[in-house]
């Protein structure tokens, strides 16, 4: 019988069910049969579709019925307000980056590229090979897979100059994200009610961490070539704080990317007071215009803790990244991860490993930074010429994101609200402060999809602009 068939049971059933007493019984199958003229097939498709919508309950042995109707009954869960007591950090139900799109809206507000410029086929491979291994039914080492630890420190070493040691396998951690990593990272380096130095703006993400980890935040102006040596030094006099955050290549939110000269002075200020730079490098694979350089390829005393994900280049659904540090803060940072995670899942990290391992892979960035370069510039003309009333200081030379200062007196929150109700999602930048914002700004992600309708974009913003000016 047709769905047409099993539509016209399904309402005319509804419509008795309206009258009837809860618990009546619902005529039997050959009953509907005869008065239907329908297959069993189709009766029993029907009922199927009832029970779905919770109308009626069957009963083996007996037969079906009504449903009883059961009244929501109000439940005080005021108890929970003395018992959890005041939250020690903020806690937002979801970061303007992960809300959810309409299908027709503009997608501007996202952390990640456009399904589009990944490596779906490579990914989708991986992931059937790893499933068929032994990786599917075993558990992985607390530190990893020792073959992607190995791939982790040779993408760092192969960085580092000649006289400097190179980083080993036991120096890396792999964990579930990046995330994950800085909350072990804090927790262990760090720890509850002691000082953070930290960029300003700087990753959403890792401000949420630090909070959640307990630490005071103590931010660090970052302008269009990264912190004042200056300003971290007196920071760090003024604190004693034993570690700093940061993101020197292609920093989110600004795209900012120190310049050599200025990466070794901020080093060196971190080394004179014998602290740790914790160097998110979450852009690695996502340069443009300019080739990554990181820091702790520079040092082989165990200043620098380094974190590097794949999430952004590979795909988000590999929750695959990892810490390199050396000394006894590997041990402690080990300690917390294992205690927190355990491990990190077999079948996700054999998959990692078998991407990058891939002839393809090396071809897939450079496919890669050439897209995504098209769609940053592409972005970057609409807005200058739809536009106008936005400041971009600086095109960035890697990342995904567009850091776009407003005109002073801007109500970000409303304006972002404005522009969800025209269809366009962009991210406040408030959330990227450790304290007070430093002025209007919102963020937008130039690798997102359907770069085709970055004008009706630009042109969306500026409307939403011109209603508060």
């Not at 914002?437 to 042109?459: H, I, L, Q, S």
Request: hydrophobic share 40%; charged share 20%.
């Amino acid at each position: 019988m047709s769905n047409g068939s099993t539509q016209r049971i399904v309402d005319g059933l509804r419509a008795w069910i309206a009258t009837a007493p809860p618990g009546a019984k619902v005529p039997s199958s050959r009953e509907l049969m005869t008065r239907y003229g329908a297959s069993p097939v189709t009766v029993q498709k029907a009922m199927h579709a009832l029970n779905a919508l919770g109308l009626v309950e069957s009963r083996p042995g007996v037969g079906t019925f009504v449903r009883a109707v059961r009244a929501p009954r109000a439940v005080d869960f005021g108890w929970q307000t003395a018992a959890l007591g005041s939250p020690h950090a903020r806690l937002p139900v979801v970061s303007s980056t992960q809300r959810s799109a309409a299908p027709d809206a503009i997608s501007l507000h996202s952390g990640y590229p456009d399904q589009e410029l990944l490596p779906g086929r490579m990914v989708r491979a991986a992931l059937a090979r790893a499933a068929k291994s032994e990786a599917a039914l075993t558990r992985s080492p607390v530190r990893g897979l020792p073959e992607l630890q190995a791939w982790f420190a040779a993408e760092l070493g192969g960085t580092a100059p000649a006289g400097v040691a190179v980083p080993t396998a036991r120096d890396v951690m792999i964990v579930s994200g990046s995330q994950s990593g800085l909350g072990s990272v804090f927790r262990a380096v760090v720890g509850r009610g002691r000082p953070l130095l930290i960029e300003s703006p700087t990753y959403w993400g890792a401000i949420l961490g630090a909070e959640q980890a307990g630490l005071t935040l103590v931010p660090v102006p970052s302008g269009p070539e990264g912190p004042d040596p200056e300003e971290l030094d007196r920071a760090f006099r003024q604190t004693g704080a034993r570690a700093f955050y940061a993101q020197p290549t292609f920093a989110n939110p600004t795209g900012v990317q120190w310049s050599p000269s200025r990466g070794r002075e901020l080093l060196e200020v971190v080394r004179g007071h014998g602290a740790f730079l914790i160097e998110d490098d979450w852009a690695h694979d996502l340069a443009i215009d300019a080739d990554p350089a990181p820091l702790a390829a520079l040092d082989d005393s165990g200043h620098v803790i380094y974190l590097r994900s794949l999430t952004k280049s590979a795909s988000p659904a590999l929750r695959v990244a990892a810490v390199v540090a050396r000394g006894p803060v590997r041990d402690r940072i080990v300690a917390d991860q294992g205690s927190e995670a355990m491990y990190v899942s077999g079948v996700l990290q054999a998959a990692s490993l078998d991407v990058v391992t891939q002839p393809g892979w090396r071809n897939h960035l450079r496919a890669f930074r050439n897209e995504v370069r098209l769609r940053r510039d592409l972005l970057v003309d609409a807005l200058r010429e739809h536009a106008p009333g936005t400041a971009l200081e600086r095109v960035p030379a890697g990342g995904l994101n567009l850091w776009l200062r407003l005109p002073e007196g801007t109500d970000v929150e409303r304006l972002v609200r404005d522009c969800e109700s025209r269809g366009l999602l962009i991210a406040p930048g408030t959330e990227w402060f450790p304290a007070e914002p430093a002025g209007p700004f919102v963020r937008v992600n130039f690798a997102g999809p359907a770069p085709d309708r970055f004008p009706e974009a630009a042109r969306l913003l500026q409307q939403a602009l011109d209603e508060q000016s």
